[in-house]
């Protein structure tokens, strides 16, 4: 594949120009960027912008001389780390179709996505290589290491050759140096495919989300548009989520090296222990989180001190407040490396009662919505416009409606529609025609409303909406946020059995063996008749039922309801 070299004149237009399309983006960061650390897997070694760009090209003139075309499909199986950035970026700017897959995907479900996607190469970390069985993907040309790019399989002499004479052929390629006018990318069009994206999802069906190269540009467009003036480029961000799920693939790496930003990668399993001293280590600009993490924080650290007699005492004197909650914060701002912008959640339902303390003291929090649909974002909000409960308001370039004949008062469907929005899920037909529909609307599967200001609040799943014995809409999103916040709970679950609604809770394994079996359950008896006196007749827990494990959770630390409907 032959690209046209370009001159420094042009680049120099290139750099002052308007974004109007994805690869463009990587280019520009690349080049503006050049000698500024880019990647660097936490704890070890730091690439630059101009190291990226040298394994990106090294990448392609391997696909090149291998036979890759420009739409065929290239896997990509491991945790985060700088390889696997270089691997993803190598392959949409080549004008391939990545198909990045969880790592915490099982071997049988690797191996069904790589047939199905119809993947040539694979690409996986260590551990997925010790797991995965190369007989089960018959139509793979290769595999591919991600730490060093070294082959673990090989059908293919034209790859073979390719990657045994790499550095020669990159030689021979430039033979002086590699420089900024070589890079030069793939010119992709709006609504190309891109990638495509295979989502668990809580109803254990797995569907492959088609997203065009418009749904990765909408996303950092919006993200540099809005929160660039606060994050500069050269600042560090800590790439925590798995890039293989769109919320940390476009918003933590994607935003964050287009805006020219040093990423570090934790490719360990990211433990409590691990991401608390990388905050403190790298001191991140922006925090992108899941509930799960913000929560556990704020519950394990904080809580137990604040909900002291003593602390109860000093919060309720006005003029020792403020000085107490402004201690709090410190501690809290410092946990997160003492640094941050703002720290942003998605992905799931923020506790009330942890957003609530956090707004208390003037954290600066916000709570974003989104869809592997829509690559992911649909609403947002910057934290000092930020509306209690909301998910924000409707991006650039996206649109919101519930349907709903009174969207302020009466959930109804969330439906979203504009440039993020998936071309339809791979191969199947009926599942893209039941949420997209002839007028471009994406319709989500969640319940909310909306208030005048356009703030989305989301009341739950339509899927998980359970129904009271006289018709009576049950939201156990609702119940189950509450029940969360009470002694000894660390998560449960509402299902309905029959007519009557039964919490399976999963108790605190700290404190666990400070109670007999027996005091356990006279707790979660307290907290059942405790939460009722809260609750309308009809959404009232007929008993508390322990669970002894936690629960099952997909990528985005959602429970997977479906494994424990009565």
Known sequence: MCRKQITFAQIFEFCAMEINSFNQYIQRAIIQNWNADALTDYQGQTLQFHDVARKIEKVH??????????GEKIAICGRNSANWAITFLATLTYGAVAVPILHEFNAEQIHNIVNHSESRLLFVGDYIAKEISPNEMPHLEGIVNIPDFSLMLSRSEKLTYARENLNYMFGQKYP????????AYHKDSPDELALINYTSGTTGFSKGVMLPYRGLWGNVDFCINRLGKYVKSGEPMLDILPMAHMYGLSIEFLFGFCNGCHLFFLNRLPSPTLIAQAFTDIKPALVISVPLIIEKIIRKKVFPIIQSNRMRLLLSMPVVSKKVKDKIYEQV?????????????GGAALSKEVEEFLLSIG?????GYGATECSPLISYRDWHEFAAGSCGKAIDNMEVCIA?????????EILARGVNVMLGYYKNEKATKDVLDENGWYHTGDLGTMDADGNIYIRGRIKNMLLGAN??????????????SMPMVSESLVIQEGEKLVALVYPDQDELINFSPKELEDIMETNRHEMNEHLPAYSRLSAIRLHNEEFAKTPKKSIKRYLYQA
Do not use: W
């Open 333 to 345: 701002y410092n946990a997160f490396g003492g640094r941050a912008y703002e720290v942003i959640v």
């Open 363 to 367: 954290f600066p929090i916000t709570v």
């Open 61 to 70: 003139i391997m696909f090149e001389n291998c036979g890759i075309q420009e």
């Open 404 to 412: 709903s004949n009174d969207p302020r008062h009466v959930p109804g």
């Open 176 to 183: 002086k140096a590699f420089l900024k006018e070589h890079v």
């Open 471 to 484: 018709g009576q809409n049950i939201y156990p999103e609702e119940i189950e946020d509450r029940l969360n």
